[in-house]
């Protein structure tokens, strides 16, 4: 299996502009879920799927994020509009249905810098 | 307060010495407890998980929890040079989905 993957890995854009970042997950994973990692912050969770239904977004900083899973196989994850402090690197990760999360498994993150 | 906190080091250990991570947490709810190790510009891999006080060992990783004093850390022996990362502490209540990571903790082994 390829695992998670994640594209662009990196991002760079002006502030205003929109931004999508991409998640496939491993096939047969129907929890997805969407983090955000700062240095100030650390590691965050913005948002949750299983069964491609968001059950938990309380994670999501404003308005301005809005997340998609509209099918199995893939996630979006946008921002409209982009702001510098958005600057981040987003990962998405996913697992089994019931698993525990030593079976999760992260993607390799796309960077995202916002001028 | 923050939910699970770690120094932020740098934490800077001896190659062959014991290299000592901490983390306390503040939901005294939580139930699963997980070290993850981060490469540089790599997504962070699970290297060690703990439900219940006392230690756990893996190889030359130990892990130790405390719940009591809310209180999880991590030993290392015979520290290699490859393993100079930084260490993410995650914890999760029961029946809640949400993994709580700290900020890490970042190591290097000097050779």
């Known amino acids: 299996d390829a695992g998670v993957i994640q594209s662009p890995r990196h991002e760079v854009t002006e502030m205003g502009q929109e931004v999508t970042l991409r998640c496939k997950p491993i096939?047969?994973?129907?929890?997805l879920f969407w983090y955000r990692q700062t240095m100030m912050r650390g590691l965050e969770l913005l948002i949750y799927f299983n069964n491609n239904v968001p059950i938990d977004d309380s994670g999501m900083p404003e308005d301005r994020f809005s997340a998609k899973m509209p099918n199995a196989s893939f996630s979006t994850l946008k921002i409209q509009p982009s702001e510098p402090r958005d600057s981040a690197v987003y990962f998405c990760?996913?697992?089994?249905?019931?698993?525990?999360?030593?079976?999760?498994?992260f993607g390799s993150g796309t960077q995202l810098s916002v001028l | 307060q923050k939910e699970v906190e770690q120094n932020s080091g740098p934490l800077s250990v001896p190659e062959g010495a014991i290299a000592s991570l901490n983390c306390t947490y503040s939901d005294r709810g939580s139930q699963s407890f997980f070290w993850y190790r981060q490469y540089s510009g790599k997504s962070p891999e699970l290297i060690m998980s703990i439900y219940s006080n006392g230690d756990k060992e893996d190889g030359r990783f130990t892990a130790q929890l405390n719940k009591a004093s809310q209180y999880v850390s991590l030993l290392i022996r015979d520290s290699q040079p490859s393993d100079s990362a930084t260490y993410l502490c995650a914890v999760n209540r029961r029946g809640n989905e949400k993994l709580t990571f700290g900020t890490g903790t970042r190591l290097t082994i000097i050779p």
């Open positions: 096939s047969g994973h129907n929890s």
């Open positions: 990760a996913s697992r089994l249905p019931g698993q525990g999360y030593e079976k999760l498994f």
